[in-house]
């Protein structure tokens, strides 16, 4: 019997899950994958051997990757952790890349070739400091040594095997080290930094041993601020405290002295303080008042002398030494639409070694950082080349006057994606390029037959496999029938709005934003959300789509905030405006005026709500609806959820019939004490729901799903255990979660779970909510689900109700009235740990669901909701079973055929958006995070369309030779019975 | 009856306390006169407006027992507002103290009392229910300090509430001596468009629900001896015998057919010897499982016949 039983199972299982893996050759059909390092902070490349073709960078999103320099493809990659910050990249031995992360705590080293971790050693200290790290070229006992000042503690390291060789504390305790320097051709280093901001202190430390050699210090009233700059291995240039007097240290053989220039001696027309720009070029440093740039030359005797004013914007690479005594850096200029990059001697202003002209696209904004390097060219002599950062994130590497590649590494960090159509096929639009012509498409059907009928040679294969993936199909910029043609409208950290063309993932256009650019009056744009603007149906032939960026100067909540709508096929900034409040939150209004541009309501910091767009239409709109629209804040720090009603007026001072006050209507205050909140999920806007009766075949009974769209779902922690897991015991750890009806404010449900903690991670669809939190208990993560049905629709069940139209289903729906709700729940355990979870959204609703795990392993993981049934039993009857009710086992299977990403990984994966095709079966998946993956994805397989290999040409072949069978016999057929009825 | 007692003998402390400074009745306002008048009829209330008052002066005072430590007696007002007026007191709670030994307390044994509607207050509900305007309550979210961290408010279109008089409905969230939400409104339905209709009388029918959070179920853990257990002994229901019909419909249907074609054939054959040709009868039985299926099944046709053949450009 148990043998019966489990093949039972087995055969369930095995008969839920039959198409979601795929065949080799089905790979890269309907997905691509698309693999970034975000902004690079540092780049130092390879000048060895075969490691000359590399570059080896390390990024703000923690990655230390190396890049191939012909094409810009990744040669290996690390991620680490979202809290193990790189501080520091060297080459040691020209075969190890040595990183200093987690705030000079830990440092490792990769081997260059393949990225295997050679070795790691973690280096502490007494305080928390700046974190430096220099190679050296001091050996002891045959080990190169790197040294580290990290922690308040200066390190010398082992590049063999990472011991720590020495390490030596600093007795002044406000000591901020700026520099470790070591003089080239010595065996000591010297440590610089201030102490008591009024103090500069130098100690020159014996690189063997860790000896201290010598200690200087020398005071100045005025103060130091900010970066210092070195020009020479024993001179540094750091500014005063003002900020308009430059100070010219020197600290040659123990000797400290202090030179004071006041700026506006050198420069004339000096505005305000300057800033240092921190390099290290010998003789030579620059400095920034407001927008010009001043390169300040340092003589030998101590003189400093003003060598140039750039007005435009520039950005100055590090020094590089190309031959003895000369070094060489970099200097990227913008003059309109092009870039000019120069490389300069350090001692010789005028002799310019390199001058490149190279025209940019406007879309990437500025230059942020210049890394440059040297190779020989054909005819021995040097050449230089570039790799920038643009103010996009992007990566671009200049080689003789041209981009030899680009790297759009802003798609690393995604704010926010929507999705727009693309246009409709009509005649003006010229689809041509992509358009086979008849004898391409005969040749490809003929190829295919083949291929059915077996007898394609392995050239022939490639061949059909090559069209398949490069099927013009796919890639068109025309609306199709299954809609998986759809523009992928991205925004990025860096303000760029991105649209990927969901067939290959191709960028189509990309927009940096000019609201979200840097300016006077908006120091620190950020993006918040973009939601579809307007999206038409009747005009579709005529009218494009458009989006809308809502950002705001600042992190804080009430800084003002910034809007701008961009056309969606051609990427044009249609306008773009300031606003005069600040930005909170952003409600769509499931209103759109004649233009079909979607109502919105922005709600600001001070809980005034304002109506976009600003028409008389819109509000005579909003003033018909004005009495039922309800919104809510959650204030997750004080753990009170609020609800409100809009008031005709602002109470502001300022008559603007575009802004409305609002009216707290319900408030719900969780005990401070004993509860924090720690996720908030609401259903999906524009989710469609088949149909609000479910059929309960067991017991021949309907129960009507509690679709409401107001629905929140809260999950709240004991306060203390709201930090890690495992941080707190069972006893004093608690999950409560609720389910809470935005109008009214009434918690329909409470459930608590005693001994569990978060991180919670959930997602609400239809009448469920499916949430994921770890059970302290149990050890193991677990998941639980929520169904929610109404009760008081059961009347309706009666046949004869409906026939005589006593029935309430037509009624409209009020929050309002008292809504008898019965939840069903029940908990499973989970293997993994997630970093996201969504849901496939179809375009009736009508195919089963399947829910999207973002694993911990960065892989997207497929798992049937029918898992999770609060319904499931541990012997279902047959009528259950024929339902499609899986036997009840504590824990969800993860199939490993179920992975949608298959073999790939999505590294940083941070969320997972589905979009429903028109194609009722399947719904298309888009994740990102540090790559970016996209799939068409069927939970209940493609019932709705023919397969992929479907062949045509077989099928009219076979009809062909019916007909002409027929006809044969028919003719064969009338000639015998002429015969018979001659015999 | 205990608490009978205890009612008595607050009225009797309250009217100690209150009255012997003054012989005469006074006609100041006496706010916590009413809130200790628990179940007594409302009495009407002095005709001046109620000013907004500082939370602590309008909160209850806790009383308690000093010989009833694990059970005590607890009193929390009710205030309500009109619209975007302010809030006025309107009613109060009271309710059992309960500690556990574990230290934990709940409150048990709620109880309301209403105050009734002054003629002012009428007027005000009146003007609500012309413009449909909401009637919002509140209550403190800490009943043993009062109003705690802030006020729990909720509110309900003034509407909702007539019937034959005013029903309300509270529903108080606890956790426990904290008030984390309420649900007010009205006990049934209130279908919207909403009418305009003036209760026929001003008495309110109160009725309250406590709601503690209640446990979740816990992950099933059941190991491979219990599921085999359960088998060896045979629980596993077996499905009712099906009837004769039921079972062998798919064979039957086919096999009529076939016998009537027959009898069809038999009986032309007499008069035409002509060749008649046998009807061919194509039967599916399909089990359709779901609604789903169903659905799936005509969609198929549907895509089969529309889109898809145009698609693959046939």
Not at chain 1, 362 to 376: A, E, P, T
Not at chain 1, 820 to 831: D, G, L, M, N, R
Not at chain 1, 839 to 845: H, L, Q, W, Y
Not at chain 2, 125 to 147: A, G, Q, W
Request: with cysteine; net charge negative; aromatic share 8%.
């Amino acid at each position: 019997m148990p043998i019966t039983h489990a093949f039972l199972l087995f055969f369930i299982f095995s008969s839920l899950q039959p198409t979601l893996s795929l065949y080799e050759d089905q790979v890269g059909l309907t997905d691509w994958h698309q693999q970034y390092i975000g902004k690079v902070k540092q780049a130092v490349f390879h000048t060895h051997k075969t490691g000359r073709k590399r570059v080896v960078v390390s990024t703000e999103d923690n990655v230390i990757a190396t890049l191939d320099l012909r094409r810009g493809e990744i040669f290996w990659r690390h991620v680490l952790g979202h809290n193990d910050v790189v501080d520091g990249i060297v080459i040691a031995l020209g075969k190890y890349v040595i990183t200093l992360s987690s705030e000079g705590s830990i440092l490792r080293a990769w081997n260059l070739p393949d990225g295997q971790m050679v070795w790691e050693s973690s280096l502490h200290g007494p305080k928390h400091s700046k974190s430096l790290l220099v190679m050296t070229n001091v050996v002891i006992e045959k080990d190169n040594v790197v040294i580290i000042f990290s922690n308040g503690r200066l390190h010398a390291v082992s590049c063999i095997d990472g011991e720590v060789l020495w390490n030596k504390d600093f007795e002044v305790e406000s000591l901020k080290v700026q520099k470790v320097i070591q003089p080239p051709g010595s065996n000591f280093v010297y440590v610089v930094g201030f102490a008591a901001s009024s103090h500069f202190e130098m100690y020159q430390i014996n690189a063997k041993n860790g000896e201290l050699l010598k200690h200087e210090s020398a005071a100045f009233s005025g103060g130091f601020s900010g970066e210092v700059s070195l020009v020479s291995s024993e001179t540094l240039v750091a500014l005063d405290s003002t900020g308009l007097i430059l100070l010219r240290i020197r600290f040659h053989k123990g000797n400290v002295s202090i030179q004071q220039t006041p700026i506006s001696n050198l420069v004339e027309d000096s505005l305000g303080p300057a800033v240092i720009i921190p390099s290290s070029i010998m003789e030579l440093f620059a400095i920034k008042i407001n927008a010009v740039t001043i390169f300040i030359r340092v003589t030998g005797t101590g003189k400093l002398e003003v060598v140039e004013k750039a007005n435009h914007e520039t950005a100055v690479g590090d020094a590089l030494s190309i031959s003895e005594g000369q070094q060489a850096f970099g200097l990227v200029q913008h003059a309109g639409r092009d870039i000019h990059l120069t490389v300069k001697l350090a001692h010789d202003w005028g002799g310019d070694l390199l001058k490149e002209s190279i025209k940019m696209d406007q879309q990437r904004g500025l230059v942020h950082k210049v890394f440059i390097n040297n190779y020989v060219r054909t005819d021995g002599s040097y050449g230089f080349r570039a790799l920038i950062v643009m103010e996009d994130h992007s990566l671009l590497l200049l080689q003789q006057g041209a981009i030899v590649w680009s790297r759009e590494d802003g798609l690393a960090s995604i704010i926010d994606v929507t999705t727009s159509e693309l246009p409709v096929e009509r005649a003006g639009v010229s689809v041509a390029k992509v358009e086979l012509n008849l004898f391409e498409w005969l040749k490809g059907h003929m190829l295919k037959l083949k291929g059915t009928l077996m007898l394609a040679s392995p050239e022939d294969i490639a061949a059909i496999q090559y069209m398949r993936l490069k099927s013009s199909e796919k890639s068109k910029m025309t609306r199709d029938h299954n809609g998986f043609r759809k523009l992928l409208i991205a925004l990025t950290r860096a303000g760029k709005l991105f649209a990927l063309h969901t067939g290959d993932g191709r960028i189509v256009w990309s927009l940096l934003l000019q609201s979200l650019h840097k300016s006077e009056a908006c120091q620190h744009p950020i993006g918040l959300n973009l939601c579809p603007w307007q999206v038409p149906h009747h005009h579709a032939l005529d009218e494009n789509p458009s989006v809308l960026v809502v950002g705001r100067c600042g992190p804080s909540s009430d800084a003002p905030g910034v809007i701008s709508f961009v056309d969606s096929y051609t990427g044009k900034e249609l306008s773009s405006s300031s606003l005069v409040h600040s930005v909170a939150q952003v409600i769509p209004l499931p209103y759109t005026d004649s233009t079909e541009q979607r109502l919105h309501l922005l709600i600001d910091a001070d809980k005034h709500a304002h109506l976009y767009p600003k028409t008389p239409e819109a509000i005579g709109i909003f003033q018909r609806e004005f009495s039922n629209i309800y919104w809510y804040s959650v204030e997750d720090d004080n753990g009170i959820i609020k609800g409100y009603a809009l008031k005709s007026k602002c109470d502001g001072t300022v008559a603007d019939k575009f802004c409305f006050g609002s009216r707290e209507l319900w408030s719900i205050v969780l005990p401070s004490e004993s509860e924090k909140i720690i996720a908030t999920v609401t259903r999906k806007l524009n989710e469609a729901v088949h149909t609000q009766a479910k059929l309960i075949a067991a017991d021949q009974d309907v129960m009507y799903k509690y679709i409401s769209r107001n629905l929140l779902f809260v999950a709240t922690v004991a306060p203390k255990a709201s930090g890690e897991i495992g941080s707190v015991t069972p006893e004093e750890s608690w999950l409560v979660v609720y389910l809470i009806d935005t109008v009214t404010g009434f918690v329909l449900h409470r459930v608590t779970h005693h001994g569990s903690q978060g991180p919670v991670e959930a997602v609400f669809s239809e009448n469920w909510v499916v949430y994921h939190y770890f059970n302290l208990r149990a050890h193991r993560y677990e998941m639980s689900v929520i169904e929610i049905y109404d009760q008081s629709w059961a009347d309706n069940k009666d046949v004869w109700k409906l026939v005589v139209g006593k029935h309430n289903l037509t009624s409209p729906i009020s929050s309002y009235s008292r809504s008898e709700v019965v939840t069903k729940s029940q908990s499973y355990f989970f293997t993994h740990s997630l970093k996201a979870i969504a849901v496939t959204s179809t375009a009736k609703g009508i195919t089963s669901k399947q829910l999207l795990i973002g694993t911990i392993g960065d892989q997207v993981l497929a798992l049937d909701k029918r898992f999770l049934d609060p319904r499931r039993s541990v012997n279902p009857t047959q009528a259950e079973r024929e339902e499609g009710i899986i036997p009840l086992t504590d824990s969800l299977p993860i199939i490993p055929q179920s992975y949608i990403t298959h073999n790939l990984r999505v590294e940083g994966l941070r969320g997972i958006i589905t979009v429903p095709a028109k194609l009722e079966s399947t719904t298309l998946v888009f994740a990102h995070g540090l790559d970016l993956f996209f799939t068409h994805f069927a939970p209940s397989r493609t019932y709705d369309s023919l397969t992929e290999d479907f062949s045509c040409a077989l099928l009219l072949i076979t009809i062909v030779v019916l007909v002409a069978a027929i006809f044969v016999t028919w003719v064969l057929s009338q000639r015998k019975e002429l015969q018979d009825k001659w015999r | 009856m205990k608490s009978v007692k205890v009612i008595v003998s607050f009225v009797f402390t309250l009217s100690l306390l209150s009255f012997p400074s003054s012989g005469f009745q006074s006609d100041e306002l006496l706010v916590d006169d009413e809130e200790f008048g628990l179940e007594g009829s409302p009495q009407p209330r002095s005709p001046e407006p109620i000013l907004t008052r500082s939370p602590p002066v309008t909160a209850p005072t806790r009383k308690r027992h000093s010989d009833l430590d694990s059970d005590s007696k607890i009193q929390f007002s009710l205030e309500h507002a009109f619209g975007d007026s302010d809030f006025s007191p309107a009613g109060t709670f009271s309710a059992r103290l309960k500690t556990w030994s574990h230290g934990g307390q709940t409150l048990t044994k709620l109880r309301f009392s209403r105050n009734s509607f002054t003629d002012e207050d009428k007027e005000k509900f009146k003007n609500l229910l012309e413009s449909d305007d909401f009637y919002r309550i509140r209550i403190p979210s800490n009943v043993l300090s009062p109003p705690g961290r802030d006020f729990v408010i909720s509110s309900v279109k003034a509407r909702c509430l007539p019937r034959e008089g005013l029903d309300e409905h509270f529903v108080i969230h606890m956790e426990g001596v904290n008030v984390l939400a309420v649900n007010y409104g009205s006990p049934g339905c209130c279908p919207y468009p909403r009418n305009l209709k003036f209760p026929a009388k001003w008495s309110f029918s109160s009725h309250t629900v406590l709601k503690n959070s209640e446990q979740a179920p816990r992950a099933p853990v059941f190991s491979e001896e219990i599921l085999g257990g359960e088998n060896a002994e045979g629980e596993v229901v077996q499905p009712p015998e099906r009837s004769f019909w039921a079972k062998y419909w798919m064979y039957l249907i086919p096999l009529g057919l076939i016998v009537m074609n027959a009898i069809t054939q038999a009986m032309n054959m007499p008069e035409e010897q002509a060749s008649g040709q046998g009807q061919l009868y194509l039967v599916w039985p399909r089990p359709l499982n779901t609604e789903i299926n169903l659905c799936i099944k005509i969609l198929e046709l549907e895509y089969f016949v529309g889109s898809r053949i145009s698609e693959v450009k046939l």
